[in-house]
């Protein structure tokens, strides 16, 4: 099982900037990949951003050129700068890792309100 906590989210204007943190714990070995995904109210939940174990990372349209994700092995950390934020960059943001062998895992979500 592994055990994902998002943080950083907030109310911020547009045009502006946050950086999403997720912490894993748990049984974190072999993990393939970890990703963003965020759920827009009335909306399908969907892929932001993901990271592979060996670095490489992968966008969304959307946010190409704006947002960036990280991760700290060490400290079993993800992290998303999410620069230049939209209002429609507004939705609950979550932590997802897939492991290998496939078994998926969510943290609880964090929400991002981008309004003037």
């Known amino acids: 099982q592994v055990h994902l906590v998002e943080s950083g989210g907030g109310l911020v204007q547009p045009g502006g900037s946050l950086r999403l943190s997720c912490a894993a714990s748990?049984?974190?070995?072999?993990?393939?990949?970890m990703g963003w995904y965020r759920q827009a109210p009335g909306k399908q939940r969907e892929l932001v951003a993901d990271i592979t174990s060996d670095g490489m990372t992968n966008y969304a349209d959307s946010v190409k050129d704006r947002f960036t994700i990280s991760r700290d092995n060490a400290k079993n950390m993800m992290y998303l700068q999410m620069n230049s934020l939209k209002p429609e960059d507004t939705a609950v943001y979550y932590c997802?890792?897939?492991?290998?062998?496939?078994?998926?895992?969510w943290g609880q979500g964090t929400r991002v309100t981008v309004s003037s």
């Open positions: 997802n890792v897939i492991k290998i062998g496939g078994n998926q895992y």
């Open positions: 748990g049984n974190i070995f072999g993990i393939r990949a």
